[in-house]
């Protein structure tokens, strides 16, 4: 009998830490069902974070690859930061389990191409930054698959090139910034079927 209740506590123990453990080089808060993993020299996204999580933080860290299925499980996950680490790749099945990510923040890393394939598992995604990257061209359908998007920040790159067709499918986007780049001309194709478009920040370019 004590040995089954030895048991039965243990398992709950296992399943209280399942739920509410947080990772160590993290802080968890249920309330606002964040994770905060800042400025921890982290060189890959930590596992296992609490079911509540919806938000995660990993910024400042020093973060290079994105593997197949970075957060896996994670249904419920909206919103992710990956701002100054050193992100160059990002893997075709990264986020294949967070179909419903709303925000991803790519901000200040060395990505040298959109990762075409990896955001088309995220096909709820309303916000996309991928400002002060190594980016040098848009090639045709770079974000084919992201209908919902509203907010695309593109802004301080090496862009030189933007194919007609790249932000073909964005029938929703309101919000593009291009500013700070190397453009010296932008088709009028490529502009022409962004019709809910409010804001368009082309400033600092070679036009």
């Not at 200040?108 to 995604?125: A, G, Q, R």
């Not at 400002?131 to 992201?146: E, Y």
Request: charged letters at 20%; a positive charge; proline letters at 3%.
């Amino acid at each position: 009998m004590i040995f089954l209740t030895i048991i039965t506590i243990f398992n709950l123990l296992s399943l209280f830490h399942y739920i509410y453990a947080c990772p160590v080089s993290c802080l968890c808060d249920e309330p606002d069902k964040l994770a905060t993993c800042n400025s921890e020299q982290l060189d890959s996204v930590p596992k296992n974070f609490p079911w509540f999580v919806q938000e995660i933080l990993l910024q400042d860290n020093n973060i290079k690859i994105l593997n197949k299925q970075t957060f896996p499980s994670r249904q419920n996950l909206a919103k992710v930061s990956f701002k100054n680490n050193r992100i160059e790749t990002v893997a075709e099945q990264a986020f294949v389990d967070n179909k419903n990510l709303k925000a991803l923040i790519f901000s200040e890393n060395n990505l040298s191409k959109i990762p075409t394939k990896s955001l088309e598992k995220c096909k709820n995604l309303v916000e996309l930054h991928l400002d002060h990257n190594k980016l040098k061209a848009l090639g045709v359908n770079s974000f084919t698959q992201l209908s919902d998007l509203e907010w695309l920040n593109l802004s301080n790159n090496q862009i030189k090139q933007i194919s007609g067709d790249s932000f073909r499918g964005l029938n929703r986007l309101k919000y593009l910034n291009l500013e700070n780049n190397l453009m010296r001309a932008i088709g009028a194709v490529t502009l022409s079927h962004l019709n809910r478009l409010l804001s368009l920040d082309i400033s600092n370019n070679q036009l």
